[in-house]
């Protein structure tokens, strides 16, 4: 997922390739760090494209996802 600007597109391409729901990762996001994202609000997020990275940061590691940034060469 090179050069991808749309978190939207990321979010529902790793729910594919992990066969979850973005209901599913809300499920393991609020067990795993004890919150109350509700799907509709996490879906207002994703469609303004306006979520926040420590909350994306969570949200992939309760997948066991990681970002990685790196210098372009």
Do not use: H, P, W
């Not at 209901?23 to 067990?31: F, G, M, Q, S």
């Not at 420590?54 to 992939?60: A, G, Q, S």
């Amino acid at each position: 997922m090179e050069n991808v600007k749309d978190i939207k597109k990321v979010i529902i391409d790793i729910c594919y390739q992990e066969g979850i729901t973005r209901r599913d990762l809300i499920a393991v996001y609020n067990k795993k760090y004890n919150k109350n994202l509700l799907e509709q609000t996490f879906t207002k997020t994703l469609s303004n494209n306006n979520i926040k990275f420590n909350m994306l940061v969570d949200l992939l590691d309760s997948i066991g996802y990681t970002i990685d940034i790196r210098k372009k060469l």
